[in-house]
Nanobody, 123 residues
Framework: QVKVVESGGGSVQTGGSLTLSCTVF????????MAWFRQGSDKERERVAS???????AYADSVKGRFTASKDKEKKTLSLQMNNLTPEGTDMYSC?????????????????WGQGVQVTVSA
């Protein structure tokens, strides 16, 4: 049984930093994409950051230069260092995984999800 466990959410003031962590248990495939999504105000999940099966990271334009993702392939963990946070970053952040080298942009194409962690950024 695959289980995705996230940690690290919380509350910070504008300009602050948070680190999110995600670990996947019970996933037996060695080539996979892991990603962080956030819910978004229009109910469409936005892919914030991802690392594909080849170790290449990708970021949403809104977080480039401020967020950094890192993956431990063997441990199946994905961390997201979020710096210089703004109130627009307030959201529920969820970690997801899918088999393969490619990272799909659409949330519906990911296979397993964590329950999410709340990030709140106050002005």
């Amino acid at each position: 049984q695959v289980k995705v466990v996230e940690s690290g959410g919380g509350s910070v003031q504008t300009g602050g930093s948070l680190t999110l962590s995600c670990t996947v248990f019970g996933y037996t495939y060695s080539t996979y994409c892991m990603a962080w999504f956030r819910q978004g105000s229009d109910k469409e999940r936005e892919r914030v950051a991802s690392i594909d099966g080849d170790g290449v990271a990708a970021y949403a334009d809104s977080v480039k230069g401020r967020f950094t993702a890192s993956k431990d392939k063997e441990k199946k963990t994905l961390s997201l260092q979020m710096n210089n946070l703004t109130p627009e970053g307030t959201d529920m952040y969820s970690c997801a995984i899918v088999i393969g080298s490619w990272c799909p942009p659409a949330a519906r194409l990911f296979s397993y999800w964590g329950q999410g962690v709340q990030v709140t950024v106050s002005a």
